[in-house]
Nanobody, 122 residues
């Protein structure tokens, strides 16, 4: 499956952004989808994930209550609504797909998009 992330940008703290990930290739609806991020000098970290049915979601504690993940299997897309952005949310955000169970471990996600930059100024 090929993934294309979009929607990043430079914003001020407190505003919202919506990231999108368009998938093509294999059957999108059979994959769990997730978002990870990587800040300069830091390891890639899990942000959020959603099961292939969309019936279960997972969030990192740092974004819980501010970010919402959703998917539209008919359109092969997954979104990450990011509200109340903070400077510490600054990172390159990657969408990922996995044929396995939802997990926070980046090494268990088999497919990755190219990343989109999110910069939050204070």
């Amino acid at each position: 499956v090929q993934l294309q992330a979009s929607g990043g940008g430079l914003v001020q703290a407190g505003v919202s952004l919506r990231l999108s990930c368009a998938a093509s290739g294999r059957t999108f609806s059979r994959y769990a989808m997730g978002w990870f991020r990587q800040a300069p000098g830091k390891e890639r970290e899990f942000v959020s994930g959603i099961t292939w049915r969309g019936d279960s979601t997972l969030y990192a504690d740092s974004v819980k209550g501010r970010f919402t993940i959703s998917r539209d299997n008919a359109k092969n897309t997954v979104h990450l609504q990011m509200n109340s952005l903070k400077p510490e949310d600054t990172a390159v955000y990657y969408c990922a797909a996995s044929s396995q169970a939802l997990t926070m471990r980046p090494d268990l996600w088999g497919y990755w998009g190219q990343g989109t930059q999110v910069t939050v100024s204070s």
